[in-house]
């Protein structure tokens, strides 16, 4: 009677273990062993080390100042761009400095005027000065000494000083390339047209033209009986005065 009984008990627990299987949900089925794991982000490369540059002592290139030069160029002038001269005051500069050598003269295709002197200018100035030569100066000398002009000796175009050399006031013109100072013109005959007359004699008449006529090309024009400054050499230059181009300085 007692083994039935635990018989019994036996059957009922086995059947409640069944019926509670049939009443919970299925489990998942398990993960595969070799699932793959998930990628770990790419390593970063090693980042190259940045370096200080060394600083550039070398002198700076010349770069040729377009469109000015390659225009000066086709024209026939003999030109070159050349570094900024040295100078003690940061303000004197050039913009586009070239060292003018010749000009064309058109009226006579093939012909040269010399600049001996070579003088360092800014490029839109040597347009100005050296078109001034072939255009005006020649013509004039031919047609007036029956000879050719052959060189223009000049001061060197370029100087960081104020105005007339003084201590102090306002930089001149030749601070910015933009003047030049013409002492005398070479003749094709030996002979040398002089800025500056001898003695108590006149200037001579193709002088007082081309000095008359050059008021017409810059804005300021001094030689001699202007001052004392400029006694002995024709100054120009295309420096604005005020604030109209149209205003002339011609003594």
Not at 53 to 67: K, T
């Amino acid at each position: 009677m007692r083994s039935g009984l635990m018989f019994a008990a036996v059957v009922v627990l086995v059947g409640a273990d069944a019926g509670t299987a049939q009443t919970m949900p299925p489990l998942p089925p398990p993960r595969p062993s070799d699932a793959a794991a998930p990628a770990s982000p790419p390593a970063h490369p090693a980042e190259t080390p940045r370096t200080t540059p060394q600083q550039d002592l070398s002198p700076p290139a010349v770069s040729e100042p377009e469109p000015c030069l390659t225009q000066l160029k086709a024209a026939g002038f003999e030109v070159e761009a050349v570094e900024h001269p040295a100078a003690s005051n940061e303000l004197c500069r050039i913009e586009a400095p070239v060292r003018l050598k010749a000009v064309p003269v058109p009226s006579r295709p093939g012909a040269m005027v010399r600049l001996g002197d070579q003088p360092i200018l800014a490029c839109r100035f040597a347009d100005s000065f050296g078109r001034w030569l072939g255009d005006l100066v020649t013509p004039v000398v031919a047609g007036s000494l029956n000879t050719e002009l052959k060189n223009v000796r000049t001061g060197p175009g370029f100087e960081c000083r104020n105005r007339n050399g003084a201590a102090t006031g306002k930089l001149s013109a030749h601070a910015e390339g933009l003047a030049i100072d013409i002492v005398g013109f070479e003749l094709a005959n030996g002979s040398t047209l002089r800025i500056q007359p001898k003695g108590d004699a006149p200037p001579n008449p193709a002088l007082t033209a081309l000095r008359t006529a050059a008021c017409g090309w810059f804005t300021t024009v001094l030689g001699p009986g202007s001052d004392a400054a400029h006694a002995d050499h024709l100054h120009v230059d295309v420096q604005q005065h005020g604030s109209s181009n149209r205003y002339r300085i011609c003594q």
